[in-house]
Nanobody, 123 residues
Framework: QVQLVESGGGLVQPGDSLTLSCVVS????????LGWFRQAPGKEREGVSC???????VHGDSVKGRFTISKDSDKDTVYLQMSMVKPEDTAVYYC?????????????????WGTGTPVTVSS
């Protein structure tokens, strides 16, 4: 059974750092591109970051230079390191798997995703 379980969300202040984790079960981390998308209240889904099976990272324009994605195959875990967070980063963050990174960054045709972890950036 495939499961993607996110954790690490919470309330942080602008400029802070936060790391989200996603534990994957049901397939090897090398099988799919893995990444994150987010959805803020009343807004469309937005692709955040993705790491391909070839370890290439792709980021959405709004988070470039601030967010880093990585994975640890020994722990079956994907991480999203968020730094210099802004109020506009407030959203529910979802971990996702897809055949290619463009599907996660474009939030189109993803294979699996989790139930999300909320992040609120506020002073």
């Amino acid at each position: 059974q495939v499961q993607l379980v996110e954790s690490g969300g919470g309330l942080v202040q602008p400029g802070d750092s936060l790391t989200l984790s996603c534990v994957v079960s049901g397939f090897s981390l090398d099988r799919y591109a893995l990444g994150w998308f987010r959805q803020a209240p009343g807004k469309e889904r937005e692709g955040v970051s993705c790491i391909s099976t070839g370890e290439e990272a792709v980021h959405g324009d709004s988070v470039k230079g601030r967010f880093t994605i990585s994975k640890d195959s020994d722990k079956d875990t994907v991480y999203l390191q968020m730094s210099m967070v802004k109020p506009e980063d407030t959203a529910v963050y979802y971990c996702a798997a897809a055949e290619e990174c463009w599907r996660i960054v474009g939030t189109y045709g993803m294979k699996y995703w989790g139930t999300g972890t909320p992040v609120t950036v506020s002073s």
